[in-house]
């Protein structure tokens, strides 16, 4: 139950005993890399970066330990596609090739999508750099190693399966008394629930993100069903220890999806009703494709733009997108030359009153920022944003300057990508801001009934700030009582004994 520096990571290996330590940082959104050594086996459970600060100051935080070069790792598991879970997968399982990986065929398909943006990225800011005569930062990978791994999880080299559709059970003849279980978690598309069976008879669950309540895109899941429990008679097991996220540990849901929804289709009337135009920002992942689904189902029409166009067909489904598409219920802006000129259209409501949806959840750098240059100084706009507000993000600064009087210095300062320069561009804010929570985890009461279904003897809680654990932990024992088991926080570089 201590905090060791990774240095120690070594002496405790080589020990032989078990025990759990979480890698990846724990402040901002945080990031996920949980290294567990149990019964022989070292294994590792997603490889997220982190990021605080936005736009060109951001800091990218990695997980400790120099993708845990020298160390043989027996297995990889990749939760999910988010960044702060899979940024840093791709290296570490190209510098593990002794490794068994795991991961599902729609976070694999996502991947592509966020790897190839990736490797864009990369593309612009080494030639930004080389334009100011500054080196360019190192890249994360090259195209190769893109190539090499979408060619290896294509010709069978990794365990990649269906999670959102069916359980999963495997098992391995070189490993006996190990079963290895997956089950979808309710957080996004491709996003699952971890079980080990170990050959000591402890069962262990990584529950990676969870959501509780159900999103446009995906159900919700209140705890791990009995029937995918039985499978592999995973009750039976000596002790049960669960590793849960607590990112909203702390709080619960300010109104139901059910009021959200309400409220936000009565902003866009009204807007609708001034002949004015609304934007949402939003991540490209998870985000971006529930919000189109969403707006489609309140009854508008959708005007589309950024890396949302590439995981909209994933996350919905390609047929859906495909009918969207061709009775015009959503319009995709189109790269190439006519770009400028319907990005000018949407923004004026020339396509009619039809909501724009894209990426760039921060208001630093993307797509967005070309929106926003057009439809922040407008009156009676609105700018919708339906997730975290990042501390130092421009989005912070637009909440914290929209309700002050109009007056010289209502202006934030956005980031604007031109000829591979980021020129300073300050933008009037005229317009309204609204904010909708539309989470993709569980809050508080979701988090409590998933681990009262579970019940398990011992709780590990990572990938929160101080904060949620004690919340999730003073929650769970007001609910369970004298039943309440262990409860530890899985904080960064704390290493606690199985
Ligand atoms: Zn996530």
């Not at 993708?67 to 990749?78: E, W």
């Not at 209140?222 to 002790?239: G, P, V």
């Not at 004026?348 to 959840?361: D, I, K, L, M, N």
């Not at 809050?443 to 990572?462: A, C, H, I, R, Y």
């Amino acid at each position: 139950m201590q905090v060791i520096k990774f240095e120690e990571l070594a002496g405790y290996l080589a020990s032989r005993k078990d025990f759990i330590i979480q890698l990846g940082e724990q402040t901002g959104i945080g990031s996920s890399n949980s290294l567990i050594q149990k019964n022989g086996l070292i294994g590792v459970i997603d490889c997220g970066m982190a990021f605080e600060g936005t736009g060109v100051n951001k800091i990218t935080t990695f997980p400790a330990g120099d993708l845990l070069r020298g160390i043989h790792i027996d297995f990889i598991i990749l939760t999910h596609a988010h960044f702060d879970h899979s940024g840093w997968i791709l290296p570490l399982i190209l510098a593990h090739p002794e490794s068994r990986v795991f991961f599902s065929k729609k976070t694999l398909e996502l991947l592509k999508v966020v790897l190839e943006d990736t490797l864009n990225i990369q593309k612009k800011v080494a030639r930004a750099a080389d334009r100011t005569g500054l080196e360019a930062p190192a890249p994360l990978f090259t195209k190769q190693d893109v190539s090499e791994f979408l060619a290896r999880a294509e010709d069978g080299s990794y365990e990649v399966f269906d999670s959102d559709n069916e359980d999963v059970w495997i098992t391995f003849e070189d490993w006996p008394g190990w079963e290895f279980g997956f089950t979808f978690s309710g957080h996004m598309v491709g996003a699952f629930i971890s079980l080990i069976k170990c050959p000591d008879g402890d069962g262990i669950v990584f529950s990676g993100d969870l959501s509780g309540h159900k999103q446009e895109t995906t159900d919700g899941v209140k705890t791990i069903s009995e029937s995918f429990l039985e499978m592999a008679k995973f009750r039976d097991c000596k002790r049960i220890i669960l590793v849960i996220e607590a990112t909203y540990g702390n709080r619960n849901r300010a109104e139901t999806l059910e009021t959200s929804d309400a409220r936000l289709k009565a902003v866009l009337e009204e807007t609708e009703r001034h002949g004015k135009q609304a934007l949402f920002l939003v991540f490209q992942l998870n985000r971006g494709p529930n919000i189109v689904k969403k707006l489609v189902k309140l009854g508008f029409k959708v005007f589309v733009a950024g890396g949302v166009r590439k995981t909209l067909a994933i996350e919905v489904g390609a047929e859906l997108v495909a009918k969207w598409l061709a009775d015009k219920t959503v319009i995709f802006i189109e790269n190439g030359l006519n770009y400028a000129n319907m990005l000018q259209s949407a923004a004026r409501g020339e396509y009619g009153f039809r909501p724009v949806v894209t990426s760039s959840a921060t208001l630093d750098q993307g797509a967005g920022v070309e929106f926003a240059i057009q439809m922040l100084p407008v009156k009676d706009n609105v700018l919708i944003s339906t997730g975290h507000v990042f501390d130092g993000s421009a989005m912070q600064e637009f909440f914290q300057v929209k309700d002050q009087p109009i007056g010289p210095g209502k202006t934030i300062v956005l980031d604007r990508m031109i000829d591979n320069s980021l020129v300073k561009t300050p933008v009037n804010v005229r317009c309204r801001g609204e904010h909708f929570d539309y989470s993709a985890h569980s809050d508080q009461s979701e988090l409590v009934t998933f681990v009262d279904g579970l019940k398990p003897d011992m709780v590990f809680v990572n990938h929160c700030m101080e904060d949620g654990f004690n919340g999730l932990r003073s929650a769970l024992r007001d609910k369970l009582r004298d039943d309440s088991p262990q409860i530890e926080h899985l904080s960064h570089l704390r290493l606690l004994k199985l």
